[in-house]
């Protein structure tokens, strides 16, 4: 090893593969830069769509404020999730118990939060159905360095599995209501950065 | 110029940028995590809009001064989640397990020689050949003169020969 060129190959052959820019992923990233704008610009509260769980769904406690213990009594979180804003407990499909967390970067927006999901039956609110049947039905494409593709979407053995997929729309949810519950309440998007994160062990919540 | 000028402004030069920036990204953090550090990126520079040089050249090179900046924030903190970033995040789903390069144990091998570098020297050596900048480019984005970032190229290659060169005498010996 010891011709340059060679070397400037292997340099470059050597630089990790990457999602390839297909056009529905090039059709997303552009839907985020025109939706980001919006994202830091105050704007009046949205309708919210409310249609209720489905029979089955297993959801527990909505848990708010600081010191809650995580379901397990085990779980090692970060210190962003120390003293959250929202803790929302559920159960996955399998009856693994899990919990999430939301810390919001700006104190002000926390305590409306907290307040918001104190007087709020969060459980009952949030659409996790809903948001399953948005995932399934979401374009998903895979694809390498050399121009192949595949589809990636539900149906797929690249798609999640059913707990994977139940925890992903319970943090959609979650966050969606608190958001559309904060915009209603006048607190502007640019406020609203957030820290979230579920977990449903151990070896999962040492992994952050 | 006018609001809606700027935001077509801002908004082209993040859409032109954004498959770029999220190559970047995946290139130097867990998978699930490049796309919060691209929404990142989109909402930060709305708060630093009036930086945005008009020309496109540099804007673009602004944008990944402004990622750096991001990653590098990231790797001192906790992982962020974004919600503009959500349905991102799923449709990347699934291409983690794409076919693997044709020599997968070369190009590992030659990532690891890289990560061995000091960081400056490795993220320099990133930046020309897996980015694609120029030299004078990537010291830009370091923030570094020209001369020291070609010092610096220079000697980031004549280790990588070394280290490379040692690996193939173990493996063939």
Known sequence: MTDHDQLDELLARSAPRTTTATPELRDELTRMAVASVAERRPSGARRRLRVALGAGIATVAVLAGAGTAAATGLI???????????????????????????????RATGEVARDVVANLDLAAEIDVARNIAMLRAMPSTGGDEFGNSWDTGYGTEF???????FDTAVGFAVTEVIGEELNARGVAPAAQDATYGSTCSIDRANDR | MTADARETRVTEALAANAPDLLAYFERRVAHDDAADLLAEVMLTVWRRVDG?????????????????????????GERRRWRLANRLR?????????????????????????????????????????????????????????????GRYQRAKQELREALAATASASAG
């Not at chain 2, 008009?54 to 590098?72: C, E, G, K, S, Y």
């Open chain 1, 76 to 106: 090692e979180w970060g210190p962003w999730a120390q003293d959250p804003d929202v803790v929302y407990a559920y159960t996955l499909p399998s009856g693994e118990a899990c919990e999430l967390r939301v810390t919001f970067d700006d």
């Open chain 1, 159 to 165: 798609y999640p599995g059913v707990d994977e997929e």
């Open chain 2, 52 to 76: 945005l040089p008009a020309d496109p050249v540099r804007a673009r090179m602004w944008l990944f001064v402004t990622a750096r900046n991001v990653l590098a924030n990231a790797e001192r």
């Open chain 2, 90 to 150: 799923m449709m990347m789903l699934g291409s983690a397990a794409a076919p693997a390069a044709s020599d997968p144990g070369e190009a590992a091998e030659v990532r690891d020689a890289i990560a061995r570098l000091s960081p400056e020297l490795a993220e320099l050596i990133r930046l020309v050949h897996w980015e694609g900048f120029t030299l004078v480019e990537a010291g830009e984005l370091m923030g570094i003169p020209a001369s020291t970032a070609r």
